[in-house]
């Protein structure tokens, strides 16, 4: 009896290794599949934003992460249209009431850096400037970063950071946003362009984006609390959103609202 040939070809080969000065380990891609594996299923783009916020505190363990969203990056940090975690009450009063216009995030030369890098750290930006020295640190927060995933015609996903364990936010956490950004892109652009249809089809509510946000988090059952804390705006501010949002979408409870809003969410 004749032998069986083998049914692979060739010398057998070991996994390529990995190139000399890798500046990511092991642990920091499993990291970044996690990350991956928890907001690919998002259905919309605002169960995209929650997950990811909550996927980065949860695996890099930063003390604040903020995810906004808008038709271009300046539109994305200025309107603020998005969700934040990790924030207390008094610090995002304080910085709506003070720093909000001397944050270095918010400025032209953040925006052309951001296009081009990918991911900015305030270090790089203005790293003993009042912002910082001032109002972060007394608060326990020694570094941010900023990381914009640009989706293009959709539009543009912008995550904001901060930590406080280290004095400036590791490489190795940078190394880690910069490949994460480019495997969320596609995920993006999907979530915004779904977001884009859900928006044009109540084309007959004349809301503007942040009262798209306070619709949306209200349809969901948050109370006026959880909204504004989710949206860096006061109680008030969302008391006076949700009053414009109850009239333009002819309803009169938020009960009623939230019946509206998933009645007419596209399939």
Same mark, same amino acid.
């Given at each position: 009896?004749?032998?069986?040939?083998? =049914?692979i070809t060739g010398s057998p080969r070991? #996994?390529?290794?990995?190139?000399?000065?890798? #500046?990511?380990? $092991?642990?920091?891609?499993?990291?970044?599949?996690?990350?991956?594996?928890?907001?690919?299923? $998002?259905?919309?783009?605002?169960?995209?934003?929650?997950?990811?916020?909550?996927?980065?505190?949860?695996?890099f363990g930063y003390a604040g992460v903020?995810?906004?969203?808008?038709?271009?990056?300046?539109?994305?940090?200025?309107?603020?249209?998005?969700?934040?975690?990790?924030? =207390?009450?008094?610090?995002i009063a304080e910085y709506a009431a003070?720093?909000?216009?001397?944050? #270095?995030?918010?400025?032209?030369?953040?925006?052309? %850096? @951001?296009?081009?890098?990918?991911?900015?750290?305030?270090?790089?930006?203005?790293?003993?400037?009042?912002?910082?020295?001032?109002? @972060?640190?007394?608060?326990?927060?020694?570094?941010?970063?900023?990381?914009?995933?640009?989706?293009?015609?959709?539009?543009?996903?912008?995550?904001?950071?901060?930590?406080?364990?280290? #004095?400036?936010?590791? =490489? %190795?956490?940078?190394?880690?946003?910069?490949? @994460?950004?480019?495997?969320? =892109?596609?995920?993006?652009?999907?979530?915004?362009?779904?977001? %884009?249809?859900?928006?044009?089809?109540?084309?007959?509510?004349?809301?503007?984006?942040?009262?798209?946000?306070?619709? $949306?988090?209200?349809?969901?059952? @948050?109370?006026?609390?959880?909204?504004?804390?989710?949206?860096?705006?006061?109680?008030?501010?969302?008391?006076?959103?949700?009053?414009?949002?109850?009239?333009?979408?002819?309803?009169?409870?938020?009960?009623?609202?939230?019946?509206?809003?998933?009645?007419?969410?596209?399939?």
């Amino acid at each position: 009896m004749g032998s069986v040939p083998d =049914a692979i070809t060739g010398s057998p080969r070991g #996994p390529r290794p990995l190139p000399d000065g890798e #500046p990511m380990t $092991a642990a920091d891609y499993r990291r970044l599949v996690g990350v991956l594996e928890s907001v690919d299923t $998002a259905a919309d783009l605002p169960e995209f934003r929650e997950r990811l916020l909550l996927a980065l505190r949860s695996w890099f363990g930063y003390a604040g992460v903020a995810v906004l969203h808008g038709d271009t990056l300046a539109a994305a940090i200025e309107e603020g249209c998005g969700i934040q975690g990790g924030y =207390a009450p008094a610090f995002i009063a304080e910085y709506a009431a003070r720093w909000r216009d001397l944050d #270095p995030f918010r400025t032209e030369r953040a925006y052309q %850096r @951001l296009l081009a890098d990918g991911v900015v750290t305030l270090e790089e930006l203005d790293p003993s400037g009042d912002y910082a020295e001032r109002f @972060l640190r007394p608060h326990g927060i020694t570094d941010k970063a900023g990381m914009v995933v640009d989706g293009g015609p959709a539009g543009v996903i912008y995550v904001g950071i901060a930590i406080r364990d280290t #004095p400036r936010v590791p =490489a %190795r956490d940078l190394a880690v946003l910069r490949v @994460l950004r480019r495997h969320l =892109a596609p995920l993006a652009i999907d979530r915004l362009t779904r977001h %884009r249809e859900r928006l044009a089809a109540r084309a007959d509510w004349r809301l503007t984006p942040r009262e798209w946000d306070v619709a $949306a988090l209200a349809a969901q059952g @948050l109370t006026n609390q959880q909204i504004a804390a989710r949206l860096f705006i006061g109680v008030d501010t969302v008391k006076k959103h949700l009053t414009r949002v109850l009239a333009e979408t002819a309803s009169t409870t938020r009960t009623e609202l939230a019946a509206r809003w998933h009645r007419q969410r596209p399939q």
